[in-house]
């Protein structure tokens, strides 16, 4: 098999998009990083402390706490996917993208300038909802790695589905369907606020359909040492997402789908 | 021939809505060239360059850049190549430095490497004073001097500028020329498309013209100017007489009570046509062209070559 190797000019070229991509959701904190920041602390207000403290204890542990693991996924996943959904759609509609296609940046450097970019983002909103978090609710930590490995993978899938979503878009309206009809839902139907051992058996095995359940569940695993679902598998479908979106937006980009004529 | 920036060969390129934009055109450029590659909306021009740079996918033929195959060492060949584009495609929200710098990344340019060519590029394309404003603050005639600068800092061999002074002012049109001239002179290889035709006609050592896909012209300036064998001329008089005067193949014409047009063919001394407004009593105010001589050749050419493709179709 060909291996094929980069040359310290392509690593060169992969800081540039991040340096361009990180740059960009700074210049604009006020639509990227303050509303993860407000809309979060509603839901700490709302569901933790008003809801949540006629709730009683969930898994052994107070709703706030139980519901901010999936909260802060909740967030980095939008983000990440969001970042990298506007960023190459709007880098595709000002033709911009062109910047680097008549560059000599390999196929798989783009892809991974425009995904770091997303997962970055997603880190930095993950930190400010932590933040946030740790006002209402003492955190504890049951597994530091699994926190970070489950947080750092999950956002990469997301950013990488962005991207995918960026290149068939034709419209604006096209970056946010897929975010309004499909990922908020299944978000929402994902275990962020409550267990799914609280549903009828039906539903319970429906949700096992939803990706979202898998993360959030892995990461409150690591938060409290609590899950609906068995780490290994959320790790594995995780993984098996990421190499999937991966390999999917990896074929779109060397082919040019939606960028070149 | 000295070495060859660009070789193309049958370069044919069909869109998926079946439109049919090159038809096979072959043509060289020469390293250290000034071409004007010149054609009619919609001819080939901005897909020929736009395969060249891989910004469009070819359907048939190849292309190398300094002897390097777009389908084999496309890395080694984009390079080589900056891309001056028809239009503005740059994020209009970053600042002059932050285009300049990032572009200049993409081809593995580090960092403070490109701080110090930006600073060199944007002062010499006159926009240093506004390195930290964003783009979209520019006027057009800075916004296409940012995109030359652009293009320039990865140091390309080859600058392709596809009608780079479209929308500008004279004044910054003459500088610019002044700029890709001693950009030329230096050794850069500059392909550049433009409707104005003087400004090919003042730039450009070689030409090509491309029409409804193919080359139907592929020469140079000097030997395509030289097969214009008759000039047209407004003369500016105090007075048109009642009777214009006759000389051998030169056609005289009143356009109004103040302004004669004549064909002169290029044998003809201009001498014997003022002798023969003298001996009418017809004193001349001024004279110019009527039109720029190359645009007399580019539509006889593209107009021979559209009877050529209706011909074609007719005998489909």
Known sequence: MKTKVYNKQAFIALQSILVKEITRYFRIWIQTLLPPAITMTLYFVIFGQLIGSRVGLMEGVSYMEYITPGIIMMSVITNSYSNVASSFYSAKFQRNVEELLVAPVPTLFILLGYVFGGVSRGMITGVIVTLVASQFVELQINNWAIVCFVVILTSMMFATAGLVNAVFAKSFDDISIIPTFVLTPLTYLGGVFYSIKMLPEFWQNVSLANPVLYMVNAFRYGFLGVSDIPIENAIALIIFFIVGLFSIAYYLLAKGIGIRS | ?316
């Open chain 2, 1 to 316: 021939m000295k070495n060859k920036a660009i070789a193309i060969s049958d370069l044919k390129k069909t869109y998926s809505n079946g439109f049919e934009a090159l038809k096979g055109i072959s043509f060289e450029v020469a390293e250290g060239d000034f071409i004007a590659l010149l054609g009619p909306n919609g001819a080939g021009k901005s897909t020929t360059i736009g395969v060249i740079c891989s910004l469009v996918n070819k359907t048939a033929g190849s292309v190398s850049v300094f002897g390097h195959s777009i389908d084999q060492h496309l890395e080694a060949a984009k390079r080589c190549i900056g891309l001056v584009p028809q239009e503005f495609n740059f994020s209009q929200f970053e600042t002059c430095q932050q285009i300049v710098v990032n572009q200049a990344g993409y081809y593995g340019v580090p960092r403070h490497i490109a701080l110090e060519r930006a600073e060199v590029v944007l002062k010499q394309l006159d926009l240093w004073d506004k390195k930290d404003s964003q783009a979209r603050m520019l006027s057009g005639g800075m916004k296409r001097r940012l995109m030359i600068a652009r293009a320039l800092m990865h140091e390309p061999k080859i600058l392709i500028l596809d009608e780079p002074t479209a929308g500008v002012d004279i004044e910054i049109r003459r500088t610019m020329w002044t700029f890709l001239r001693e950009l030329n002179e230096q050794g850069t290889t500059i392909v550049l498309t433009t409707h104005y035709l003087e400004e090919a006609e003042q730039l450009c050592r070689n030409i090509a013209i491309i029409d409804h896909g193919t080359i139907v012209e592929n020469t140079s300036m000097k030997d395509l100017l030289s097969r214009l064998d008759i000039e047209t001329f407004i003369l500016d008089v105090d007075s048109v007489p009642n009777e214009l005067p006759k000389l051998e193949n030169v056609e005289y014409r009143i356009r109004d009570e103040s302004t004669i047009e004549i064909d002169v063919p290029k044998e003809k001394a201009l001498n014997q046509v003022f002798e023969s407004l003298t001996e009418k009593g017809i004193r001349v105010l001024s004279m110019r062209n009527k039109s720029n001589r190359l645009e007399e050749l580019f539509v006889q050419l593209t107009e021979r070559a559209q009877v050529v493709d209706r011909e074609q179709k007719n005998e489909n």
